[in-house]
């Protein structure tokens, strides 16, 4: 991984915390994902979201401090856009009024997405990957999973998105 953190021109321990999916630094596979600093922070971000579908596992409340590896939604997303210099409140109504306001059809990859079960009080916040997708830590059945922004729950329950980058 050195001599990837050089072609990149990060640090080693940030390259190394951007990739929790490696236990051995010193034996990558072909084909493996790897996360690296790139302009493009929307991408780096969701890339990030993506390694972590194999790290966290989904605790109601958890503390922030236990992030990625168990955490709820809100301290998921403030997890992940902390890594890529963004400051987010803890939990998913703070979140929903951070940056600018975005409607469903100007979504773009790294937006926040906001959801209410009750059609009225943010109660779920995920990340959107661009073509159509999302990406969430939803729930302790599920823990953190990618969907479609066509899906009926989302269709249900979606409210807005913020666009913090």
Not at 117 to 133: E, R
Request: aromatic share 14%; glycine share 8%; with cysteine.
């Amino acid at each position: 991984m050195n001599g990837i953190a050089y072609k990149y021109r990060m640090g080693y321990q940030d390259l190394r915390s951007l990739n929790p999916q490696i236990g051995n630094p010193n034996q990558l596979y072909i084909g493996q994902s790897i996360v690296v600093r790139t302009p493009d922070k929307a991408s780096n971000l969701v890339d990030y979201a993506k390694v972590l579908k194999s790290q966290t596992k989904y605790v109601y409340g958890a503390d922030y401090s236990l992030a990625p590896y168990k955490a709820d939604c809100s301290s998921w997303t403030k997890h992940i856009y902390a890594k890529f210099g963004v400051q987010l409140p803890r939990t998913s109504r703070e979140q929903a009024h951070v940056g600018t306001s975005i409607s469903f059809s100007n979504m773009k990859k790294g937006d926040l997405m906001f959801f209410a079960n009750n059609g009225i009080t943010i109660s779920h916040v995920g990340i959107y990957m661009g073509n159509g997708q999302w990406i969430s830590n939803l729930n302790t059945a599920n823990s953190v999973q990618t969907f479609s922004i066509w899906g009926s729950w989302t269709q249900q329950k979606f409210m807005w998105a913020q666009r913090v980058l």
